[in-house]
């Protein structure tokens, strides 16, 4: 009896041995398919969802060594997904057409401005002198509100302008010029440099408002203080629609230099010239207010009425 036990136990173990590692391996799948079957039998195929279900449905794949192998299946996109992926991609074709369009904008903006910079030449956008008569050719530029050909007429002066501050160079438009006025400086001795340099003071001081577009000094040098289309603070009720000249003067009765007048008479001429003014439109600060400035000639008014004749000659 313990003989033939034993007998039938070697013919197992001797069959166990003889079946291969693939057959052993087939069968111990076999039997995990089989169980997972089983687990799928007992769950209604109500509570299964889609994912148990492409499971169920996917053809099994075989791996290198021969065994099969079933992968999940991903949930096929529906209409909704597809809806989204075409909107997306939409999206950024949109974005790379707006970003080519500002770079070709950019592109085209810069060959403008170069464009620009080769018909002003050389000369940093100045007028281009003629090759033919070696004159500037100022057709349609303007300097300080004013057109270049005429603008380049003015007498000889420095411009030396005063900072952009709220006390003497407020930067304001000035959109009109119907009088020109005459000051004097009220500190005799002093020179136009000098009293421009009380103007830019003020910005710091803050004393008071005060300045003008030109001093003429008593050796007839004349500095333009502020541009001829931004107001100056000189006749407050007028800065809006005048230009002013300070003068400067050695005498206590305030009368001017021979200089300061010769210069005063050409910027008279050419102002009112440029602003298509008569000698009647040249005010004393006097005129405008009762201050008196010029001192000279409003002591002296028939000197004021010599020197508008004055203007008128030239």
Avoid at 102 to 109: D, F, N, R
Avoid at 170 to 193: C, M, R
Wanted: charged share 30%.
């Amino acid at each position: 009896m313990i003989w033939r036990e034993s007998g039938r136990r070697r013919e197992e173990e001797t069959d166990f041995r003889q079946r291969s590692p693939k057959r052993r391996g087939d069968d111990a799948y076999a039997g995990r398919r089989q169980y997972g079957q089983d687990m799928r039998a007992a769950v209604p195929r109500s509570a299964r969802g889609p994912y148990i279900e492409d499971q169920t449905a996917a053809e099994p794949r075989k791996r290198a060594d021969g065994r099969r192998i079933q992968a999940p299946l991903r949930q096929s996109a529906g209409p909704g997904a597809m809806t989204r992926r075409r909107r997306r991609v939409m999206m950024q074709r949109a974005l790379v057409g707006v970003w080519v369009f500002c770079v070709l904008v950019l592109v085209a903006t810069l060959l403008l401005e170069k464009g620009r910079a080769s018909a002003g030449g050389d000369t940093g956008g100045l007028p281009k002198e003629n090759t033919e008569t070696g004159q500037p050719q100022y057709s349609g530029y303007m300097v300080q509100g004013l057109p270049a050909e005429e603008f380049a007429k003015h007498p000889e002066w420095t411009e030396d302008f005063l900072t952009v501050n709220e006390y003497s160079r407020p930067g304001d438009p000035l959109e009109s010029v119907k009088n020109i006025f005459v000051h004097y400086t009220a500190n005799p001795g002093t020179s136009a440099a000098q009293n421009r340099s009380y103007f830019e003071g003020l910005k710091d001081s803050h004393e008071t408002s005060a300045s003008s577009h030109f001093i003429i000094g008593y050796e007839g040098e004349i500095i333009q203080c502020v541009p001829l289309d931004e107001i100056a603070y000189a006749v407050q009720s007028r800065n809006g629609d005048s230009v002013s000249i300070e003068c400067c003067y050695l005498e206590a009765d305030g009368s001017f230099t021979q200089e300061t007048y010769d210069s005063l008479l050409l910027l008279l001429a050419w102002l009112t010239d440029v602003y298509d003014l008569d000698t009647e439109d040249i005010l004393r600060h006097y005129d405008c207010g009762g201050k008196k400035c010029p001192l000279y000639y409003t002591d002296n008014p028939d000197k004021w009425e010599d020197l508008k004749k004055d203007v008128d000659k030239l």
